[in-house]
């Protein structure tokens, strides 16, 4: 029984030997076999220059001079997020795939593609934001709009006329506002309207309260005009256009939510004003 024993274990040993032998040839193969390049990622020659690329946005994301609505901006920060959306990639502003995907964008868009977001292309981004807006903007009629409930608005004590909404688009808003408060749990207020219809005479009221406004402030053919237009609480102070108050409010979980989903409820951003939504459909 022994030396039986220890015949298999001889076997076993030698076996074992002859299999590591054997798997040598293999292992190396595998080894001499070139690194497989990921789909999606740019080749080595790409990368070092999207490395330069991501450094130069670092600094313009921060420092880009450019001009809307006839005032002085100063980078491009506020609209990560929505950059991020239009070039759909979840990858930071400041690395080097996020200007790989940049680059892939200006090439679709004719445009130098070096995957630095100056300002040529930055105007043509904002040029397709604005484009993706409220086209009809006739003036609503009585029987388009509904007398939305105080409660759904930021300030409950806002006047029954100040409160009226076209019907379709409060029908998505009251869909999308359920759809927020079950993924979010929203903080009192949030996502609760400010502003909806505005008719002409308020309009000029509130253009006489802030002359200064400017352009990109009370629009003279406002949106809110339709009906459709919808100032909607994101955090911080509620309308205000001030860059340390924007700040705030895209950083807010209600505004994030609303970049990532009022597309499918049919709402549309407008990118200089996180509370302003248009629906679209
Ligand atoms: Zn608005």
Known sequence: ?????????????????????????????????????SSGHAPPR???????????????????KWAFGGKQQRGWYLYDLLIGKTLNTQHDTTTSD??????????????????????DSLMRMVSQWQS???????????DQLLEAPPADFYDPGRAAE?????????????EMFAAADKDLKLAPGHLKIISSFRSRAYQDRLRQQSPNSGRAGLAVNSPHFTGRA???????SPVDTKDSNRAIQVNTQAYRWLVRNAERFG?????YEPWHWEYVR
């Open 1 to 37: 029984m022994k030396s039986i024993r220890v015949h298999i274990a001889i076997i076993v040993a030698v076996l074992g030997v002859v299999a590591a032998a054997l798997s040598l040839p293999a292992r190396s193969s595998t080894r001499s076999t070139p690194p497989r390049i």
């Open 46 to 64: 790409d990368a070092s220059t999207f490395a330069a690329a991501a450094s130069r946005n670092t600094t313009l994301r921060n420092e880009l």
């Open 98 to 119: 996020f200007a790989a995907a940049l680059a892939a964008w200006q090439k679709k868009m004719r445009l130098s593609a070096d995957g630095v977001l100056d300002e």
């Open 132 to 142: 993706n807006r409220l086209k009809n903007r006739a003036y609503a009629m009585p």
């Open 162 to 174: 100040l409160r009226q909404v076209e019907r379709n688009t409060y029908a998505a808003y009251k």
């Open 230 to 236: 919808l100032d909607i609480y994101v955090g911080g």
């Open 267 to 271: 709402f549309r951003p407008y990118f």
